[in-house]
């Protein structure tokens, strides 16, 4: 198997690459319809949002399992994960694929034409799309239309040239516009594009609305595609490196899950996001614009063949209540009735509905 790779888990104090996984497609494959024994472990690619999460539950999961092989996690983005979770059945693909935005039709249809057609969708928690700058940064207040017209590759139809924000708005200091975010495999990007691109969009384009709902493709063009000349800069899965550049680069701005931002309060500032400050707060509640749910994909004919699978989501499904271990990690935890509802989705190995998605 040869592919890029993002960063590796650090479970039970060794570093594992999911690399590992293709040098057991030879072997008896009970995932797949054989015998029993094909992977002693669980693996999970994904999101580098919800990548510290499933590496926490797996530590819980080693840590109070005795003999329990530690999972194999890598942050690969949410769309380079769909990739590697959607190519196949069997000891030689991820178990779990983790995800900071909805699997899209497209990407189940890819998954049931190469035989993945049970997937188990469960809901975590919640996470926003966070805006940072350094402590010393210029203290910036943002809106959704701020942000489209100082990124969008077409704002109005015509090739963005704005230099400064004061270019997008008057209100705003005459400093460039600098902001270090994730590449187009990941899912924040998909969630900033769709949360915060396509609504400054509509505010300034009306038309655009009915564009969404007739061509998909213009819609992307003409709202959600990025412009190219370094007003934004691709700075690859890796969130903690966009904290570092934001400390030597003080008049830039940053994009990344907000627990990465509640990790580094004591470097970063929030940025707020049409008169709302990004904060746990804010975001359960739903009053801050950015908001999104997270979640894990997993292949239902995973569950009994991978040792300790189901054990994994189970102890998922007690760890992000309120005030639980992955809230003390940063994510946001989901209102109760949705809780619940995942929970017994965990229990029931319920079956993700194609007509949900879009």
Avoid at 23 to 31: E, I, M, Y
Avoid at 57 to 69: D, F, S, Y
Wanted: positive net charge.
């Amino acid at each position: 198997m040869n592919r890029k790779h993002g960063k590796f888990a650090k479970v039970g104090g060794v570093i594992l690459a999911a690399v590992a996984i293709g040098s057991l497609g030879a072997c008896q494959d009970q995932a797949n319809g054989g015998g029993a024994g094909s992977r002693d472990h669980i693996t999970v690619v994904g999101s580098s949002t919800v990548f510290p999460f499933t590496t926490l539950v797996a530590e819980r999961l080693v840590n109070g399992t005795p003999g329990m092989k530690a999972p194999a996690i890598e942050a690969t983005g949410t769309g380079g994960g769909m990739k590697l979770f959607c190519a196949g059945v069997g000891a030689a693909y991820p178990d779990i694929e983790d995800a900071s935005r909805r699997i899209k039709a497209s990407e189940y249809k890819t998954c049931v034409g190469n035989g993945v057609s049970k997937i188990i969708e469960v809901q975590i928690g919640l996470d926003g799309i966070a805006f940072a700058e350094a402590k010393t940064g210029p203290k910036l207040q943002l809106t959704a239309v701020d942000l489209y017209s100082a990124l969008a590759a077409a704002p109005k139809g015509r090739p963005n040239t704005a230099k400064t924000w004061k270019d997008v708005n008057a209100a705003l200091p005459a400093i460039p516009i600098q902001v270090y975010g994730p590449p187009s495999t990941s899912g924040t990007r998909d969630a900033f594009a769709e949360l915060v691109l396509a609504r400054g969009c509509e505010t300034v384009r009306p038309e655009m609305a009915a564009v969404k709902e007739k061509d998909a493709a213009a819609f992307a063009k003409g709202c959600t595609a990025i412009r190219e000349d370094g007003a934004y800069i691709d700075a690859g899965e890796n969130d903690n490196l966009i904290v570092q550049k934001l400390q030597s680069n003080p008049n830039a701005i940053g994009i990344f899950g907000y627990s990465y931002l509640e990790r580094n309060t004591d470097k970063l500032n929030g940025v707020p996001l049409n008169g709302v400050e990004p904060t746990y707060e804010t975001i359960a509640r739903g009053a801050y614009p950015g908001s999104r749910p997270l979640y894990l994909y997993v292949k239902a004919a995973h569950l009994s063949a991978i040792k300790g699978l189901r054990e994994f989501l189970a102890l998922y499904a007690t760890s992000w209540e309120p005030g639980g271990p992955l809230a003390a990690k940063g994510l946001i935890a989901a209102p109760e009735d949705v809780r619940k509802r995942n929970a017994e989705i965990v229990k029931n190995a319920t079956l993700l509905l194609p007509s949900q998605l879009k």
